[in-house]
């Protein structure tokens, strides 16, 4: 009777020890869960202006026979080739580079023949030859001088603008330097055009222009 009174007592012992194995089991178990419910609720995700560039606006860069959009932060670029019609232009300069057309005017007198001038804010003026055959104009050159209490600056992608030296622009290209009426003129074999104010390397560039322009020499 004593045996089984004592195998009894084991017995019931063991079970105990079996149901606290499991509730502590069962209790690290809903941590876990409780855990992962509370990781997958609050996961830590960047917000969406964190995954997009600061700044998309694209910047107008000056070239020959042509003009580009760069963006700057991944460095492409965009050409914008003569050819394109007026109402186009202005509405590119306005829409995506937030330019506005400050005046626009007929030459007539403008030895390529008639040219429409348009000006934007930033002093460049477009300049439009008419395309008899589309009946429209159309963008074939551009002009930049000296602008008085302009803080726009505008540069080739090698930095080249109105106030760069003559060695500045020689370190980048090679250019052709002749006197004429306008003064110490220059040139590129790419076809850009303009002007320094001296003889020395230290001369600055005072105007700039590229394709069909209305300067009188």
Same mark, same amino acid.
């Given at each position: 009777?004593?045996?089984?009174?004592?195998?009894? *007592?084991?017995?019931?012992?063991?079970?105990?020890?079996?149901?606290?194995?499991?509730? #502590?089991?069962?209790?690290?178990?809903?941590?876990?869960?409780?855990?992962?419910?509370?990781?997958?609720?609050?996961?830590?995700?960047?917000?969406?202006?964190?995954?997009?560039?600061?700044?998309?606006?694209?910047?107008?860069? +000056?070239?020959?026979?042509? @003009?580009? @959009?760069?963006? +700057?932060?991944?460095?492409? !670029?965009?050409?914008?080739?003569?050819?394109?019609?007026?109402?186009?232009?202005?509405?590119?300069?306005?829409?995506?580079?937030?330019?506005?057309?400050?005046?626009? =005017?007929?030459?007539?007198?403008?030895?390529? =023949?008639?040219? !429409?001038?348009?000006? +934007?804010?930033? =002093?460049?003026?477009?300049?439009?030859?008419?395309?008899?055959?589309?009946?429209?104009?159309? *963008?074939?050159?551009?002009?930049? =001088?000296?602008? $008085?209490?302009?803080? $726009?600056?505008?540069?080739?992608? $090698?930095?080249?603008?109105?106030?760069? !030296?003559?060695?500045?622009?020689?370190?980048?290209?090679?250019?052709?330097? *002749?006197?004429?009426? @306008?003064?110490?003129?220059?040139? !590129?074999?790419?076809?850009?055009?303009?002007? *320094?104010?001296?003889?020395?390397?230290?001369?600055?560039?005072?105007?700039?222009? #590229?394709?069909?322009?209305?300067?009188?020499?």
């Amino acid at each position: 009777m004593k045996s089984f009174t004592l195998l009894f *007592f084991l017995f019931i012992l063991l079970i105990g020890c079996q149901r606290k194995d499991e509730r #502590s089991d069962n209790s690290d178990l809903d941590k876990t869960s409780k855990d992962t419910l509370n990781s997958t609720e609050k996961p830590n995700i960047l917000p969406d202006s964190a995954l997009k560039p600061a700044n998309e606006k694209p910047i107008l860069a +000056l070239t020959s026979n042509a @003009l580009q @959009l760069v963006i +700057l932060l991944t460095g492409s !670029t965009r050409e914008i080739s003569f050819g394109m019609p007026l109402d186009q232009m202005v509405a590119l300069m306005d829409q995506v580079l937030e330019l506005e057309v400050s005046n626009v =005017g007929l030459n007539g007198e403008c030895g390529a =023949g008639p040219l !429409t001038m348009a000006t +934007l804010s930033n =002093g460049l003026t477009l300049v439009f030859q008419e395309d008899k055959t589309k009946n429209e104009w159309v *963008f074939e050159g551009w002009y930049l =001088g000296e602008v $008085a209490n302009s803080k $726009a600056t505008l540069t080739t992608i $090698a930095g080249i603008g109105i106030g760069s !030296t003559r060695a500045e622009m020689e370190d980048v290209t090679i250019i052709e330097v *002749f006197e004429s009426s @306008l003064g110490q003129e220059f040139s !590129t074999e790419s076809g850009l055009y303009g002007v *320094f104010s001296g003889t020395g390397k230290d001369a600055k560039i005072t105007d700039l222009w #590229s394709g069909i322009s209305c300067i009188f020499r």
